[in-house]
């Protein structure tokens, strides 16, 4: 195996072009290192990206919204008051991953890049509206972080592709997020089903709002109709139940033993307005 500590993303993406066999980028190396050790994936290439200036930082961007480094664990995004405090849900989906251990090293870029469609991470994200920066040979492209899994363990990245940052747009006013899973046990399992919801209040009724499912499909999904039934609402009863409905129907899940296809498209609704009226209360409690 060769090991590369590349100074720049456009280095690491040159390597990861020039390799040919298997390529992994090294980030907290949660998946990477698990993948290895049981021999299910060894790399001929392993890229670390830790080594490349600014990979390690939470910085605002010019317009208000955040930009994560592609090497910042868990533990840290946590700490982050503001970032804590304007995204809840994103931070609490990061916060849900592994344990202690694993918080200090696990990466919200490399949960997206892993692929799995039960990644804790990446439905608050695809919820905000998050993009992220893909750096090539021939430089670089935004991309929605919905648009980045393309089914189990399967990205759009290119051979010679890396993630150089996460960005966030910025709160606005009036908003929060929030993001449940279920397990079937307390801690340190994957999720049967996972919920994200952002949402902008003025006064009592919601003005805009994003609902994102995990577990129930190839990918994350966003779900436009969830977030139709409850905008222009108080998130009464009705507009809850109407939400619930239009989870459960996005859903496209597998049957296995950690859940059926029945309990995960009822779960999603269950998740659904409990994240929704968490979001709900956060955004009409928000001062910013
Ligand atoms: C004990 C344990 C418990 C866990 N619990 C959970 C859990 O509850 N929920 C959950 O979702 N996950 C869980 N995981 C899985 C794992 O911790 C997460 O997916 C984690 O976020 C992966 O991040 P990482 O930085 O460690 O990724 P790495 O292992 O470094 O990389 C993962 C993948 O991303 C790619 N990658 C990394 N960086 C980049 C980049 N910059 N550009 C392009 N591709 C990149 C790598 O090539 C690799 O394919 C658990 C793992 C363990 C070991």
Not at 130 to 138: L, Q, R
Request: hydrophobic residues 45%; contains cysteine; glycine residues 12%.
């Amino acid at each position: 195996m060769r090991y590369h500590t590349p100074t720049t993303f456009a280095d690491a993406a040159r390597v990861s072009a020039g390799a040919g066999g298997v390529t992994r980028f090294l980030a907290g190396g949660t998946d990477v290192l698990v993948q290895l050790r049981a021999g299910s994936v060894t790399p001929d290439d392993l890229i670390d990206v830790k080594h490349i200036p600014g990979v390690h930082d939470i910085t605002r961007t010019a317009d208000g919204g955040w930009k994560i480094g592609v090497a910042v664990p868990g533990i840290v995004m946590g700490r982050h008051e503001e970032l804590s405090r304007e995204w809840p849900g994103v931070v609490e989906g990061m916060e849900l991953i592994g344990s202690t251990q694993v918080q200090g090293r696990a990466t919200l870029t490399g949960n997206l890049c892993n692929g799995s469609p039960a990644a804790d991470g990446v439905p608050a994200l695809v919820a905000a509206g998050a993009t992220v920066t893909v750096t090539g040979e021939n430089g670089e492209r935004e991309v929605a972080v919905a648009d980045i899994p393309t089914g189990p363990g399967k990205t759009q990245l290119k051979k010679g592709e890396v993630i150089s940052a996460i960005t966030i747009p910025a709160r606005g006013k009036n908003s929060a997020d929030a993001y449940l899973r279920f397990i079937p046990r307390t801690e340190m399992d994957i999720a049967v089903v996972g919920c994200a919801v952002s949402l902008t209040v003025e006064g009592e009724k919601i003005t805009k709002a994003r609902v994102a499912l995990g577990a129930v499909a190839p990918t994350v999904i966003l779900v436009d109709a969830a977030a139709k039934a409850i905008e222009g609402t108080t998130l009464d009863d009705a507009a809850l139940d109407k939400l619930a409905a239009a989870a459960s129907a996005a859903c496209k899940p597998i049957d296995d033993r950690r859940g059926t296809v029945a309990f995960r498209t009822d779960v999603a609704g269950v998740l659904a307005k409990r994240a929704a009226r968490i979001a709900y209360d956060r955004a009409r409690g928000a001062k910013q």
